[in-house]
């Protein structure tokens, strides 16, 4: 665990109070923190006091709840150039690299490799967090390891694991009996990949069994789901059909969906009716399908996202997951959620200005309603755990993608980082930069212009 300050001392439990600090709704106010529970938000008139009491000054800085990571493979992080590189920088070779590797994964390989992600990950703000984990070997040496980091990381990061079956369910030998043991091991949430089936019935029956499963061992779903450019990949439906006829609205997760980018308009309407309707939600992994999309296309390219405005406009709950870090798939990357929100406020064309800030909502309480979590938010009597970033507004955060610059949990802080200072020198003479846009000049009452 991250010390409370700079120089190691212990964590202490009287209370904080973090002044100025802007909401996402622009609001600037005083947050009281006591045994980690947020108590009191408002001015410095009204907040109540106590003695003694840590004031934090966080000058403006925009202040939110943690960060939420719904997609991320941690058993894969950090396997880059294992054994071998992807050199075509496409989705299968991808998962022929990643076969190779995993014959020589160990549990305590995973664990090493996942722990140093998930502490990247909280260092940029990411307190819960939902890993797939490969379930196709015999040994589910993945799975061990990741059960393992999620005991380590208890209390700091909220972990949830998903059995995945990389290889497919009906098509990798012992495929189902895999899934079982690994939920009978402990995964938390049922996943599958349809679209790698080796056809399109077994696709289907592969989504039915992973429904089968889920409500079985009374867990949730989240399913790789037409990750591909195939306009004929149409699993999602399924998805949603499933969803409606068993009532499990809510506690299903559509993840990728990039077919989405190729089917027809009317389709495209009439499915995203149904997803609406069904309750799923969705995620949309813009770092690593932007890379892996559209490698069939010579012109024009095809970006390699889902539908998130049409999404979004029929009132889907939809996430963004960072999906890969330096791994077969896509070798760069370092866990930062805001870096792909970046990323999808190009590719998605969520640019304007009620989108922005929905970017943030997309890194925040949408993936939270995805994972189910129920003790989540930033409000009185909620936890203290927040994220301060060094930035004033949403659309800062997402513009620079700069460091967290306080990371709180249950109140104490768990991670931080100094912010950079940079200077030009003009004429001379040193010159300090913020790359924030300056403050208008006040104007004076009064006086009209002509």
């Keep these: 665990m991250i010390a409370d300050d700079a ?31 947020v108590v009191a938000m408002g001015r410095e008139s009204q907040a109540p006091q106590a003695d003694p009491v840590d004031v934090v000054d966080v000058e403006g800085r925009l202040v939110t709840p943690p960060l939420v990571e719904p997609h991320i493979h941690l058993d894969a992080a950090l396997t880059v150039g294992q054994p071998r590189q992807n050199e075509s920088g496409s989705l299968f070779e991808g998962i022929a690299v990643w076969g190779e590797r995993v014959a020589t994964l160990t549990p ?34 993945a799975l061990r390891g990741m059960l393992a980091v999620q005991a380590d990381f208890a209390g700091l ?32 949430v049922v996943g599958g990949i349809p679209h790698f089936e080796l056809t399109r019935e077994d696709g289907v029956a592969s989504v039915q069994f992973v429904f089968d499963l889920a409500q079985e061992f009374d867990r949730r779903i989240d399913i790789h789901c037409d990750e591909t450019d195939d306009e004929h990949a149409r699993f999602v439906e399924v998805m949603a059909a499933e969803t409606i006829k068993r009532g499990l609205a809510g506690a299903v997760t559509a993840s990728h969906t990039t ?57 889907v709950n939809v996430a963004i997951g960072h999906d890969s870090v330096m791994d077969p798939w896509y070798p760069l990357g370092y866990g930062d959620p805001v870096q792909a929100a970046f990323v999808l406020a190009h590719t998605g064309h969520l640019s304007g200005a009620s989108e922005l800030p929905y970017l943030m909502q997309m890194l925040t309480t949408n993936p939270a309603a995805a994972l189910g979590l129920r003790d989540y938010g930033l409000r009185v009597g909620g936890p203290a755990d ?50 924030l846009r300056p403050a208008p000049a006040p104007t004076s009452g009064g006086e009209q212009s002509g």
């Design 7 to 37: 120089h190691g001392t212990a964590l202490r439990a009287r209370p904080r109070v973090l002044r100025n600090a802007r909401l996402l709704d622009e609001r600037v106010l005083d947050i009281v923190i006591d045994a980690g529970r």
């Design 108 to 141: 305590d390989d995973v664990r090493e490799r996942a722990s140093e992600v998930l502490r990247w990950q909280l260092a940029c703000g990411v307190q819960h967090v939902r890993s797939h984990v490969d379930v196709c070997d015999p040994q589910l040496r």
């Design 157 to 188: 990061v909220d972990l949830q694991l998903v059995a995945f079956p990389q290889q497919g369910i009906f098509g990798y030998p012992g495929g189902a009996d895999l899934m079982r043991e690994a939920l009978e091991l402990g995964a938390d």
């Design 259 to 315: 077919a989405m980018h190729s089917y027809n308009g009317a389709y495209a309407a009439r499915l995203i009716t149904n997803i609406a309707r069904a309750g799923l939600h969705m995620v949309s992994n813009p770092l690593d399908n932007a890379v892996l999309q559209g490698r069939f296309d010579h012109g024009p390219v095809r970006r390699g996202g889902t539908r998130v405005k049409q999404l979004r406009a029929a009132g």
């Design 386 to 435: 927040l994220v301060v970033f060094d930035a004033p507004s949403a659309q800062d955060a997402i513009r620079l993608v700069n460091p967290r610059w306080l990371v709180l949990r249950g109140g104490q802080v768990v991670a931080r980082t100094e912010p950079a200072h940079s200077s030009v020198l003009v004429d001379g003479a040193p010159r300090a930069v913020n790359f």
